[in-house]
């Protein structure tokens, strides 16, 4: 009789592990992430007041405008595949230009998670991997170096970063091993590396050839590649040893000194290829990098831009100079020029597209879906995936085929053409 009762109980709590794991496969089914669906690729632009998603499998055609029309200021983008997020950091980057703010929006449903209002400014952050903390500068004109630590869960401040009295804190790169904050402020020559163990400085490059303008890292976190005011060129520095490795100017292009020449920097994924930005003469020009360390980059071609660059950001309220940006996007397949608009193909080395948006904005980055769930972003800043973590996310190829827009392909609704 005891046996038949165990045997019982047995087969009821089968029963039910069987029922919960039917269930659960079922909810993965509705919100996760397979490896049978298609992978698209977009590319999300953030002027003031709207983002915009472009398709980027399907001739960068417009697929959302998703109106934010309390994003006055706006000085960084940010995204969370992960946890299916945006954020974007908008208001005064400190000093004369007034208190910044923050917004968190779920890219799955669709709504804006929270704001916060801070009692100093933004610029351009960056998230650590697990998507916990943000690493957000108080912004250019503060000119404290204090870089605040942020909980994305909230928004609240848990502490800050001091680099140097004086530092205008401007932009910042998170490390895909997550161990390391990489530090720049626009008028300092020296670049500051935190640990984000301790939040505390472990390490200072320089002085490097002027204030540290756009910069990038490689995958293994081994390579600093930074841009300067007055310097029509670039720096490449070791990260191991601290120390200058080659310092690149552009050959055959002037600038005026003084000037912020080469406002724009963008490594491909596979770290072979460098583009820089040359704002003053509306060039991109790309080097061979594909021999660093031993090696010193080479200039092996000049892409002239369509719209000539100049003229001012509108609207916008402080800062509106069109300065230039660059990303590599679609797995180096194009370089996006902001404050131009033109899409360059890397594989002609040639202006492939014009998107009047990104003539207007400087932030910008990739975001992949699939099966109706982020699962990739590029970040803001062209980095290289070469030695990365394991587990990293990286950068696949886009369909460069006319395709339709597939429904779920971003969040719960279709794309829809505002």
Known sequence: MKLGIFKNKYLLVLLILMVLASLIFFAQGVRGVHANGPIHHYLYVFPDESVYVYDIDNNFQLVRQISFPITDGGRGIIADPAGGYLYLSYGGDGGIHGLGSLLKYDLINNQIVWTQDYSFGIDSGAITPDGKTIYMPDGEAAYDGTWHIINTSDGSV??????????????????????????????????????????????????????????????????????????????????????????VP???????????????????????????????????????????????????????????????????IYDCTKEGWLLAIGNGRYVVVGDSGDIIDTTTNSVAYTIPTINNTRKFLEIDWLNGHPIFTTSRIGLGYVGSPRGTGVPTAPSVANVPVKSNAIGKSSPQKK
């Open 158 to 247: 848990s502490g800050s970063i001091v680099t140097a009295a004086g530092n205008a804190a401007h932009n910042t790169i998170v490390g895909f091993s997550g161990k390391k904050v990489y530090l720049g402020g626009l008028n300092n020559p020296t670049f500051f590396v935190a640990n984000t163990s301790t939040n505390t400085i472990s390490q200072t490059i320089g002085p490097l050839a002027g204030g540290v303008r756009p910069f990038t890292i490689n995958g293994s976190e081994s390579l600093l590649f930074s841009t300067h005011t007055g310097f029509l060129g670039f720096q490449v520095s070791s990260l191991s040893t601290g120390k200058i490795l080659y310092t």
């Open 250 to 316: 552009v050959k055959g292009f002037s600038a005026p000194a003084g000037s912020t020449s080469a406002h724009g920097i963008s490594i491909s994924p596979d770290e072979k290829k460098l583009y820089l930005i040359d704002t003053p003469n509306s060039y991109v020009h790309v080097f061979d990098i594909s021999g660093l360390p031993k090696t010193a980059p080479t200039q092996v071609a000049n892409i002239q831009l369509k719209p000539a660059m100049g003229g001012l950001e509108t609207p916008c």
